[in-house]
Each structure stands twice: as structure tokens, then as C-alpha cells.
């Protein structure tokens, strides 16, 4: 089936254009090679449909519902194509014929769904007027058969072909129904999501908005957010009916600003390798230095025991250490309220388990009436570890699942009195109060966090379609949400986006800029096209349309003067950096960047008054040093800018520009042998730098204004180049 399944991508494509009659043509090709009879009969119903609408338009008959009949009929066909594809991943693609495979002779209909969820219900009620010698027994095969009625349940919505009116409206009651468990709703939206995120369905997307309108449960809604949010990504084919619905959720405006927090989150998501990266790097070495210390009931750390000579030698050592290790925890703990996923790098490894070979686990709420969890629970039954990992534990719901089957395997190697540690809430908080976890910001970043580990961490993870991708993750830039409102948070999220290095993220959002005279919105996309795409003519009209709404923004009068300076207009930059000096002297960092224009523009004297002021107000500033010596090299006094190189070159952390512009000053007072010498530093010093002729042709005017010629600008890469290899 897989080298025929182009045809169905490009009838697809040709429902999109709208054209019915090839699109129908490329399916019949697919389903001549591939005979799947329930098929081929919905596909001659369509296009006999099509046919007699054809012939009634060959007759002349005047049809007022025709375009409404066309529809109809590029609908069902794309519906039809949407269930091939769905046969053809349930016959080739590993997540779907294990799921297949789960499912085989098991046919759940609406009703026998219904009565089964409400039923379990009423049995775990019902347990209270049992017997305690039978209780124990009946509740685990309670929980046992409903666990596998789950994960049955979970697979055939992952693998349910496309719904109808009455599928949509038969789940939007159920899993909103009061007479279900709210763990079950919860587990089975997700798998709605995983249906709907790889095979298009707007009946299911459809669900998961209603689901959101309507849910009173936070962690509900939540999760029918997410789901419908990741269904609708990029190549998702938003039709007019679609489209009407998120016109209507849309109107509530804190759907977009939900859309925008959740981007956000998405975004620390996406940086949780790096986030542990940094704590390896930073954190863990003071924390393993100090390993001497031991964690207490209530939290608190104490040494295990008393150093007598340490005392004597260094009184104040273990002070030291204390604040070491408080530092280090204080640190990882405002990586997690700032939004950081801190415990994946630990978590990771421990996806293992056979647990997590059911698919349905990836998502549950955690709970430790599951099956998986009867082990621990008898070890642990006259202790509240359990309750505390469910309530009080800061990991998102596999993590909690992932914590307490790895204590099932350590449990009865574990000291006494770390036994009795566990009986108290704050051993999993050890770093501070727990956060408040009923929120819809906490509920839904734990939710993305679970997202993550599964699109991450899953076997079967490459065998569909990943939101947390590159191609995916800035769902913000969906065209599908540009004239929705969005774009009201465009301004906050670029920001957010620079300030905490996304760069891939702000491109791909500002690059979605719509003319909509929106100062901030034309400042990001000044920023983009300045920063990204190289174009300083074009950022430099953004930044003064946006100036023009908006006079006094500091940031956008600042971009314009950088626009000014890479345009090369640097004495329109000059006044710019002037006015920014004027408003806010204290920012010296506005003075610095004038220094700089005023030496492009030829006004070295003004430079140098400028920086020796910078320098006197503070000494030893590199970037004020640097500036000085070139408008020093410039006005001429290289013997003066030379002292000055001297410091940087012997300072530490020596940067490359530094040799680069020494080179230049040496070479200008006629030393060629130093001169060389810094240049072959300066390329040694990083290899991401230019090749030296691309960093002569851009000072070239520089160089040329200070009496060197183009043939000694020529002469002395080869010079470079031949020493280099000599």
C-alpha cells in the first residue's frame, strides 16, 4: 500500500484546490491496486453523486443547493481518503498496528462503552459494603478489568476512522458526564488528540473545542486545549465548517490569550535537553561536592557528622557549604517556577518500565489504585508515600508513575530511617513549598510536560506526527489563527522568544507578520527581517512606520538607529543614539553605541572625547576600551590606541575583534611582522570568524581613509595566508 500512497496525499491536496473530479480519479487508482470493498462502495456512491450533478448541469437545470451539494461531496470524499490513509498506517506503521493488534476481535459499541465506565463507578462504590477479608481482592480485579477495558478503549479511539454527527455528540456527553471517573474523561481526550493529530477529523478537533468550552473540570479543559490546539497544526486542512467553530471560540478572548500562555510553555517544553544540561553543568557538581550532607524529615539539610580539624582549620567551612547547596537549589527551583522542565533529564532514563509499553499509560493521571502499582502499594500500606507522591510530588503524571515503580524496586533495601522519611510530603519537596498545582498554567504545563516525555521518550515516537517538532512547536504562526485575534499577543510572545534565546521560534512567528499597524507588531518584524533576514532597508521603513505610532518607545527608536547604522547611514544613526543619550544617560550602553557611530562616521575626535568620559565614569569597561582605541586608531594617535590594545590583549578572555583591530593598528604603524601575528590570533581564536578578506573588504573604507590602498589591502591576505601555511 505504501508506494500507492501519493495518490491519496495528492487527492488530498486536489480537495483542497476543490477539484472534485480528479481527486475522485486518483482514488479510484489507489483503490484498483488496493480492493478494500467498504471502500470502493463509498466511492462509487460519490461519484455517481457526482455524475448525476453533472448531468443535470449538462441539461440546463438550474440548481440553487449546487454549491452546497459540492461541498457535501468534496467532504465525504475527503473523509473517505482520511480513513485510507488510516487503513494504510494501521497495515505499515509500528504505533498503529501495535494499537491494531490491541484491539483485534474487540468491536466496543457506544452503549457498551457507556455501561462500562459508568459501571466501574458504582462496583468501586459498591466495595464499601463488602467484607474487608473479600474487599481487597474484589477491588484489584475491579481495577485490573478496568485498566484493560482502558487500554482497549484507549486504542480503538486512537484508531477510530473518521467520526460522524452522532460519534461527536455520543463522546462530548460522555466524557462531560458526572456519572463517569474524571481520570477516565481524562485519559481518553488524550487519545482523541493522538486520533486526530496524524489523520485529520474535524469531528474529533470539534470535540476537543466543545471539550474546552464547556468542561467545568480545569484539568478537562486543559487537556481538550492541548488536544485541539496540537490537531490543528500546519498542513491541517482547516474547511470552512472548522473554520466557523474557532471564529466562535475565538470570540472569547481568553482563548487566544490561553493559546499565547500555552506557546510559552511549549517553549520551555522543547528546552528541557538543554535546561538539564545546565543543571549537569552548574548545579549537580556543587550538590555532589557537598554530599557529605544529608536531607532531613523536614526538609532541611545537616552534616552527617561533625569534622573536628575542619573546625579548627576553616570555622566558617561548613556555612560555606550550606549556602553552596542552598544557592544551587535556589537556583534549580526559579529554572522551575520560571517554567523549566527540571526533572526530564532525570525522568528520561526511567521510561522503561514495561508500563510504559501500554500506550494508554503515557497518560493517565496517576493513581495508585493502577494495576502496576499493587506491588508497592502492599509494601508501602502503612505508609502515606503514595498519598504524598499523588498530591504533593511536583512531577508531572508519568514522572509520578516512573518515581514510584523505581521505588518498588529499591523499597526494601532502604534504611530505616529513610523509610520513615517517606511518610512526610515535604522529602518530595525538599527545595521549597509545593507549587500551587490547580491552576490552569500548572495543570496544562504538567500535562506538556507528559506530552514531551511521550513524543520524546515512546518507542514507537518517530511513527507520528510530533507537535513538539520544529516544523510544529510555533503554533502560534498557524495561519489558521492569524486573523483570530492572535496577533494582540504577537509583541509580548517575539519578546519572550528573544529573551530566552528562541531564535528559531521569534523567525518563525514574525516571519507570519500581518500589516495590521500594530507598533509593536511592526517592531518585531523590523527586528526579523534586520536580524534574520539581512535587510536592513526594509527593517529600517518597519521601525519608522512603527515610530510613527508610537514616538517615544525607547526599543523602537534604538532598532531604527542599529537600522541606520548596518544601512550605513551612520549620521542618521549618530542623531539617533543622541536623542537616546539625552532621554535616559544613565544607559550607558546607549553612549557606547554612539561612540561607535560617531567613529563610523567619521567623527574621531568626537568619538574619543566621548570614550575617555565613558572611561573615566568606568574604568577598565572592554567595550568602552575597545570603542577608544578604534576612534583613537581612526583620529590618528596609534601610539595611544596601541596602549590600549596592549591591555585588552593581555586581559582575560581575549576576544578575537581585539587581535583583529590590533592587527590594524600595528599594520598602520608599519609593524607588518606583529600586525600578521594578530591577525593569525585573531582567526585562531575562533574558527566561526570570517575568512580575514571578508574582514578587510568590510573595514575596507576604514582602512582606506587612514592612507592604506586597495593593492595593500590585497598584498597583505596573501601575506597572511602564505605565513599561515609557510
Partial sequence: ?????????????????????????????????????????????????????????????????????????????????????????????????????????????????????????????????????????????????HSDFISSLFCQLFLSPQWTEDDRTFYEQLLLSPAIEISDALVLVSAVMLSAINIYDCQKISTLVHLYQQASDERLRQRALVGWVFSIHSTTPVDEGLMNLLQHVFSDKTTARDLADMQKQVLFCIHAESDHETIQRDIMPTLMKNNNLILDSHGFFSEKEDDIMEDILEPDAADKRMEEVEDSIRQMMNMQKAGSDIYFGGFSQMKRYPFFYDLSNWFRPFTKSHPALYRITQKLKDSSFLDNVLNHAPFCESDKYSFALAMESVIERLPEQLKGMLNEKETLMPMGQAEENSGAAFIRRMYLQDLYRFFRLHYRRNDILNPFSSDEYVFMANPAYLQLGTNDYFADLCLFMRKHHHGDAFVKLASRYVKDDNAQNLLNYGIYLLLHQGDAIQAEAAFRQSLSLEPDDERVLLWLARACFEKGDFKEACEHYETLCQRRPEHKSYAINMGVALSYAGRYDDAVKLFYKLDYEQPDSKKILRGLAWALTGAGKLEQAMGIYQRLLTADKVESVDFLNAGYCYWLMQNVEKAVDCFHQSQEKDSRQKPLSEQFHEDSNFLLSLGLTEVDILLMCDLVETTRTA
Avoid: W
Fill in 1 to 145: 500500500m505504501e508506494n500507492n500512497i501519493s495518490d491519496l496525499n495528492e487527492a488530498l491536496k486536489l480537495i483542497q484546490e476543490r477539484r472534485l473530479l480528479k481527486a475522485i480519479d486518483k482514488v479510484k487508482a489507489f483503490l484498483d491496486i488496493h480492493p478494500l470493498a467498504v471502500y470502493i462502495d463509498e466511492l462509487h456512491r460519490i461519484d455517481n453523486d457526482y455524475a448525476l450533478m453533472l448531468d443535470y448541469m449538462k441539461r440546463g437545470y438550474a440548481d440553487p443547493s449546487r454549491e452546497t451539494v459540492y461541498e457535501k461531496l468534496l467532504n465525504r470524499l475527503g473523509r473517505l481518503i482520511q480513513d485510507l490513509l488510516l487503513e494504510d498506517q494501521k497495515l505499515r506503521v509500528g504505533i498503529y498496528t501495535d494499537a491494531a493488534q490491541r484491539t483485534r476481535g474487540v468491536k466496543l459499541t457506544h452503549e457498551t462503552i457507556r455501561q462500562r465506565l459508568e459501571s466501574y463507578v458504582t462496583d468501586i462504590a459498591m466495595l464499601s459494603l463488602e467484607d474487608e477479608a473479600v474487599r481487597e481482592q474484589k477491588e484489584k480485579e475491579i481495577n485490573q478489568s
